[in-house]
């Protein structure tokens, strides 16, 4: 190699050898690495398993955009890293394709689903090779390959068997337009996000998993896992844990009760009227009185709107009075739309004196606002108080402790059986099934035969002799017999895989207004479902909803192990090996949904024995979100980053990197064009570096020695952490440096490019085998650093633009002249970004210490 310096070299030193063309070396890497098998660890025998797992993408047709880059890319780096640090790291790849994503996607086009995933996932994956990730091509997997989803119909059956999948009629959003059921998330302001059809809400049969009898598991596991405290949390609200009082009101003049679920039975005397859902059951009994029919009929179409918070209360008087168990007042009954069904029984007892959101109906229907909460700065003629405070107007509970002596009401409420202690959950059951085309066919079969003598699966010789009822301590109440009533006639479909046929007419039809029962598009195919009865062998018909694509993902990472095993789901022994993943990076945006999901089916897993753990990811880190020139990426702003000309123009080292430059990787960045310009920049530094300076086998120099050793400490414990822009900053300070020098070290050159090897795989590879060095650098040892060689009293010089810190570096000559630290702070790349493009006024040096730019705003 050429002896030349660095910094009057860089990008002008002529010659093959030293122009960077990353469009020559890294589809030669790539191809290398897969030949070599450099990213496919032995799942059998390996001695440190360490599964480096993200999310999953769904294939979008456009094809890969740079947000997916950037959450591949930190995971892939994590990966990279603990590879080099000696792991044997397992790193898959997969496409959640099915789903409505990929239908509504073909429907626009005029394509077939079948054939568009293809076409999808060849786009999908050569754009993820470009990128040059650690992935292991040969364990790879799509939601919608037969081989699959024959196993998510296979769960779904192990659910059914243990009481935990039902079908029962429940509300849902439908667009009568597209004849189809919408998600919430499809529709917008009460119109279908598709065609702008008003949505009504209707009672559907949907197949349903019973999620709620794990909520407490679910709640409690969140202690024991290392995951991102906003998801936690969101994940804690989600499920939504209240503890109260189940009180029952005795329905005036009739034999009906109201009961209620409330947090706060020491406001029972406050009470002054009932509030029930438009969607209770009683108030089918009501509906022939003054103005409730009408009401019902208007808040179905409000229950559409996304924001309920700010929205004027409204109701209306059913004609019905409850009786007040603790002082026998009747209370008028009231139905309004600010009371969901959803929630609790449906029904709350009203204490405006102490509600904020009853206060304001009370105010505005001139309903009776009694004060049973005293306390200074409680004023009820203005508005609710809820605070703490001592209890008045309560008959014998006066003078105790609003809320803190609400276990005491709740003991005398139970005394006298007027209430029961209760715990209330946010989270209701998870609807699986979905009247599209593009899914899992669910497999079921009902016969009507069967059900109209009561038998049904849980009724037959291996559903009365079944294991699955006795795993759960809180299904052993859950009698076979109460199962069979529930669910006369179905039977699980074993003969798998369900497979999903061709078929042309794959456009949602939804549901008839006069039918309750939503016709799927395979609901036109009786070569589809037409079947025998498993049990009596008459004329049956097989299920023609198919089921959410959350089913898909909720149990992905367990098949990624043995992605060719035709006779089990996963296999058993390299299961134990490998499961659960040692991190889970991806968004959290899918706080609440997937990650929610996952956790159910895994503990589900675990107490049918199938798994020895009851946590899918014990570790989870979610990353930050990407946008552009300071807005969020939309197809209607076009704003939208395909890699493909990045890579193209800059090579996905660059990209990679750059991405990574932009910010903490759980916060995210701001993606601009300048900005990869000038990564590309460092990129065809650090060639010319190692391509022209002189490299010598001598031992690294006492001074260089603290700077090479501080570099690997600071890189080293960045990205542990997932501080990716900070350790590329200290890479950078290493090569100003290195650049500095005359003459560098073997030993520094391969230090230089291990550090940065995670960031640009294929250039690092290049550059170390021009460094004659045998074997992968991704599969070298990390290099360790000496605590002893890392000085202290190094001259580190902050480097701030108009008074906000925005680099760092080591200076080596405490006396260097103000001139020489502005000509040091204009080469670190840190500094450079914030610069570009403005006027710099004046420089302000405190020696030693900080360097500020004041620049024009």
Known sequence: MKKASALSAKD????????????RIEQKWQEIWLKEKIYQPDLHSAKRPY??????????????HVGNVYAFTGADIHGRFKRMQGFDVFQPFGLDGFGIHSENYALKIGSHPMEQAKKSEKRFYDQVKSLGSGYDWSHILETYDTDYYRWTQWIFIELFKSGLAYRESVGVNFCPSCMTVLADEQVIDGQCERCGAEVEKKELKQWMFRITEYAEQLLEGLDKIDWTEKVKTAQRNWIGKSQGAKITFRVADTDNDLSVFTTRPD????????????????????????????????????????????????????????????????????????????????????????????YEFARKYELPIIQVIQHESANITKEAYTGEGKLINSGEWNGLLAPKDKDKIIAYLQERGLATESTNYHLRD????????????????????CAKEGRS?????????????????????????????????????????????????????????????????????????????????????RETDVSDTFLDSAWYFYRYTSTSDNDHAWDEGVGKLWLPPTIYTGGAEHSVLHLLYARFLTKVSHDL??????????????????????????????????????????????LRTYLMFLGPFNMGGDFRDSGIEGMFRFMKRIWVLLSSQTIISKEVDSSAKSEMHKAIKGVTEDIEGFHYNTAIAKIMTYYNFLSEQKEISLTEAKVLLQLLAPFAPHIT????????????????????????????????????INGKLRGTFVLNDPQASQEEVERIAHEDFSVQKHLEGKTIKKAIYVPGKILNFVVAV
């Open 457 to 541: 699966w849980f009724t037959s010789k291996e559903g009365v002799s079944s294991k699955y009822l006795v795993n759960r301590e809180s299904l052993q109440a859950v009698q076979h017999q109460t199962l069979s009533t529930q669910m006369p006639g179905w039977y699980p479909d074993e003969n798998l895989p369900i497979e999903l046929p061709y078929i042309e007419d794959y456009k949602p039809i939804g549901a008839s207004s006069e039918n309750s029962e939503a016709t799927s598009p395979l609901g036109r195919h009786p070569e589809f479902y037409t079947v025998n009865c498993p049990s009596c062998g008459k004329e049956a018909k």
């Open 609 to 654: 024995g199938l798994v020895d753990f009851d946590e899918p990811f014990p570790r989870f880190f979610a990353h930050g979100l990407i946008i552009k020139d300071g807005a969020k990426m939309s197809k209607s702003k076009g704003n939208v980053v395909v890699p493909d000309e990045y890579i193209k123009k800059f090579g996905a080292d660059t």
């Open 765 to 800: 590879e290049e550059l170390w085998h021009r460094l004659g060095e045998q074997g992968s650098i991704h599969t070298s040892v990390w290099p360790a650093f000496d605590q002893k060689f890392i000085e202290s009293g190094d001259t580190v010089i902050a480097v701030q």
């Open 51 to 64: 599964y480096n797992l993200h999310m999953f993408p769904y294939p979008s047709a456009e094809g890969l």
């Open 267 to 358: 406001t029972l005397f406050g009470a002054t009227f009932m509030v029930v859902s438009p969607e209770h059951p009683l108030v089918k009994e009501w509906m022939s009185n003054p103005g409730v029919s009408d009401y019902v009929a208007k808040a179905k179409i409000r229950a559409l709107e996304k924001d309920l918070s700010d929205r004027e209360k409204s109701g209306v008087f059913s004609g019905a009075y409850v009786i007040n168990p603790i002082n026998n007042q009747q209370m008028p009954v009231w139905i309004a739309d600010y009371v969901l069904m959803s929630y609790g029984t449906g029904a709350i007892m009203a204490v405006p004196g102490h509600d904020q959101r009853d």
């Open 430 to 449: 998870w609807l699986i099934s979905r009247q599209r085309y593009w899914g899992p066919p669910i497999p079921m079969i009902y016969c009507e035969h």
């Open 12 to 23: 002008q030193v002529q010659g093959e050898d030293t122009k960077y063309f990353p469009q």
